[in-house]
């Protein structure tokens, strides 16, 4: 990530959760974001620890991936039950990239917990990243919507 601080401080052993730096340079970079990005981004709790909308500690249950002729591409993050209200749908258009960096070598179903998450202006719209305990997911797009409530099918 850019600006946001998330993954493990390997001289102490303990994990760093600071989106600060982020959240000072946002206000610069929310004109440059799509319409969807920039709700996303900017929402209240989106950063607060505290907050049932926070993004810290979902956990990702599904992916859906486009099949042929579709251009929109789903994440699906369960609540964890200490903290969050409702789940999260997070849905990408004209998805350009889609990676996944995994240190455990399971891929999407071995990432953990979301630490925190990133959303950059881009030439194509926007990226977003998003860290987990342990690895990342890398998405550009031309923009995303986010919904909290039930995980729907």
């Known amino acids: ?4 601080q998330a993954g493990k401080d390997e001289g102490r052993g303990t994990y760093l959760f600071d989106p ?15 319409e969807g990005a920039r709700s996303y981004a900017s929402r209240a709790g989106h950063y ?3 907050a049932p909308d926070c993004v810290k500690d979902l956990l990702l249950v599904r992916v859906d991936l486009p099949e ?10 369960a609540p964890n039950p200490f903290k969050h ?18 240190r455990d070598g399971d891929g999407l179903v071995g990432l953990g917990d979301v ?6 202006p881009a030439p194509s719209g926007c990226t977003h990243e998003i860290a987990f305990f342990t ?8 923009d995303l919507s986010a919904e909290w409530g039930p995980l729907q099918e």
């Open 1 to 4: 990530m850019k600006y946001v």
């Open 20 to 34: 600060r730096p982020y959240l000072d340079r946002l206000p610069d970079l929310l004109p440059e974001l799509p």
């Open 48 to 50: 607060d620890f505290y």
């Open 68 to 77: 042929e002729g579709e251009i929109d591409l789903r994440l699906r993050f």
């Open 85 to 102: 209200d409702a789940g999260l749908t997070i849905a990408y258009s004209e998805v350009t990239g889609f990676s996944v960096e995994s």
């Open 115 to 120: 630490m925190l998450d990133e959303v950059l």
């Open 135 to 142: 690895g990342r997911i890398m998405i550009a797009c031309a």
